[in-house]
């Protein structure tokens, strides 16, 4: 039998029956990167590439229940949270999460669909900023999800500095205001210890799309479980995210997933060879 030691990531989100985003995007994404992938189910969703149709809350004890069982027995190396619904799952989950001391922990503050749908509560949002944001290494909002946070207008790459600041006065180690929704290249705009750092990247001409969010922020947390610095495993799974999204193919008719487990550009295995020597 073998004793290597097995890398673990844990993703507590939304369940897409679709398969491209939520839970089923982050368990795809940890595989693809060589983490074995855990899952605390928040909500359920009725969705594909077309429309949110139905959702519905997990309980707030079967929540509990879920992150205990799994830390108890399995722990984690790091852990993202993507889809948390309601101001009770958020307060639920943060005091188990820093109750188990997890070492490094990814936050991608879900808020709505890519077809509009609401995916947390409105009065949810004040504990996102005051339980979660504080407990996070990274925080990932897109541009409608720091204007929310933030409560200010993003038109340009000034804003979305001011906007970087002022989340990461709420606590976050470092910050990520995505860019994919400015005019011009995808550039991500990172704050890591009072610095600014651009992640560029090349936009895709598709409609594929359908969870990159829940992909680049599960990467984030699979390179974080690995042991790569913060701002390495960022540029990894810029890396990962860009060809996710250059060989996606069509699923279904409206926005189809990226390509979780496309062959792995060479940086990336470089880079995990180097990890597992």
């Keep these: 039998m073998s004793t290597q030691r097995i890398t673990r990531a844990l993703t507590i989100a939304g369940s897409d029956s679709g398969g491209g985003a939520g839970i089923q995007a982050d368990l795809k994404t940890f595989a693809a990167l060589g983490v074995y992938g855990m899952s605390v189910v928040t909500a359920v969703t009725a969705q594909n590439t077309l429309e949110v149709a139905a959702i519905a809350e997990v309980p707030e004890e079967v929540v509990i229940a879920q992150i205990d069982s799994v830390v108890l027995d399995i722990g984690a190396d790091a852990v993202k949270t993507g889809m948390l619904s309601s101001t009770a799952i958020i307060h639920n989950v943060a005091d188990r999460l820093e109750a188990w001391g997890i070492p490094h922990l990814v936050v991608d503050p879900v808020m709505v669909s890519k077809g509009g749908v609401a995916l ?35 038109a340009s790459p000034l804003h979305a500095r001011e906007a970087a600041r002022a989340i990461a006065a709420m606590g976050p180690q470092t910050v990520i205001i995505k860019g994919g929704h400015l005019p011009g290249s995808p550039t991500d705009l990172v704050f890591h210890q009072g610095e600014f750092i651009p992640y560029e990247g090349t936009r895709v ?51 189809s997933p990226v390509a979780h487990f496309a062959p792995l550009p060479e940086a990336i295995l470089q880079a995990l060879n180097g990890v597992r020597k």
């Design 120 to 154: 947390l509560q409105p009065d949810a949002v004040e504990a996102l900023k005051n339980d979660l944001l504080p407990l996070a290494n990274v925080v990932t909002p897109n541009i409608s999800e720091a204007e929310v946070l933030t409560n200010r207008q993003i």
């Design 205 to 255: 001409d598709t409609m594929n799309t359908h969870g990159t969010g829940c992909t680049f922020s599960a990467a984030i947390t699979a390179f974080l479980a690995h042991g790569f610095e913060t701002l390495e495993a960022i540029r990894l799974a810029k890396v990962y995210i860009q060809n996710a999204l250059e060989q996606s193919v069509s699923i279904g008719e409206g926005h």
